[in-house]
T-cell receptor, first 114, second 115 residues
Framework: GNSVTQMEGPVTLSEEAFLTINCTYTATGYPSLFWYVQYPGEGLQLLLKATKADDKGSNKGFEATYRKETTSFHLEKGSVQVSDSAVYFCALSVENTGFQKLVFGTGTRLLVSP | EPEVTQTPSHQVTQMGQEVILRCVPISNHLYFYWYRQILGQKVEFLVS????????KSEIFDDQFSVERPDGSNFTLKIRSTKLEDSAMYFCASSESGVLTDTQYFGPGTRLTVL
């Protein structure tokens, strides 16, 4: 089947620290991969995506590389800010009936302190 | 920037009552979705909708659930007779196409509380 596994949170970091949030997946077929972010009180916002192996998605200093050999899509940022505090969701896109649907991980809460 | 909107932001209802959750997708999008997130759990797919028809639904989406696009802008999720376990955050999403690589844009969610 299709599933996404994310590291448990919360991840607590000081400002300017390096961030990694691990994400691995299992999928039938060749999925597209996404990171969504949910800031407090808001909906899910697309952070970045990658649609084929070795693609690197990037946005706002965040990066993730689609690794087919390790079925991973880890999220990284070199220097986090307090404003990055949010819940981060890894997701994959599958197409069973000719239409896309997203399969999400459990989400990882990031807390950044000044 | 265009965005998906949802109303209400919070709905409290008694068990057995009907609720309708409303969404306005991005105007040029043709594919619509509902997901839900029970507190502390994963975001789960409920249903996808295209061309006034359900294209796929999950096992969660039983006969108590229905979706409708009553006019050119709204997309609704109806729960006919709510249960306690329907308490969750419900997210609407839309996308321009339904292909694997497309991006789904999400609304801010409706928190449904069933008492």
């Amino acid at each position: 089947g299709n599933s996404v596994t994310q590291m448990e949170g919360p991840v607590t970091l000081s400002e300017e620290a390096f961030l990694t949030i691990n994400c691995t997946y299992t999928a039938t077929g060749y999925p597209s991969l996404f990171w969504y972010v949910q800031y407090p009180g808001e909906g899910l916002q697309l952070l970045l995506k990658a649609t084929k192996a070795d693609d690197k998605g990037s946005n706002k200093g965040f990066e993730a590389t689609y690794r087919k050999e390790t079925t991973s899509f880890h999220l990284e940022k070199g220097s986090v800010q307090v404003s990055d505090s949010a819940v981060y969701f890894c997701a994959l896109s599958v197409e069973n009936t000719g239409f896309q649907k997203l399969v999400f991980g459990t989400g990882t809460r990031l807390l950044v302190s000044p | 920037e265009p965005e998906v909107t949802q109303t209400p932001s919070h709905q409290v209802t008694q068990m057995g009552q009907e609720v309708i959750l409303r969404c306005v997708p991005i105007s040029n999008h043709l594919y619509f979705y509902w997901y839900r997130q029970i507190l502390g759990q994963k975001v789960e797919f409920l249903v996808s909708f295209y061309n006034n028809e359900i294209s796929e639904k999950s096992e969660i989406f039983d006969d108590q659930f229905s979706v409708e696009r009553p006019d050119g802008s709204n997309f609704t999720l109806k729960i006919r007779s709510t249960k306690l376990e329907d308490s969750a955050m419900y997210f609407c999403a839309s996308s321009e196409s339904g292909v694997l690589t497309d991006t789904q844009y999400f609304g801010p969610g409706t928190r449904l509380t069933v008492l």
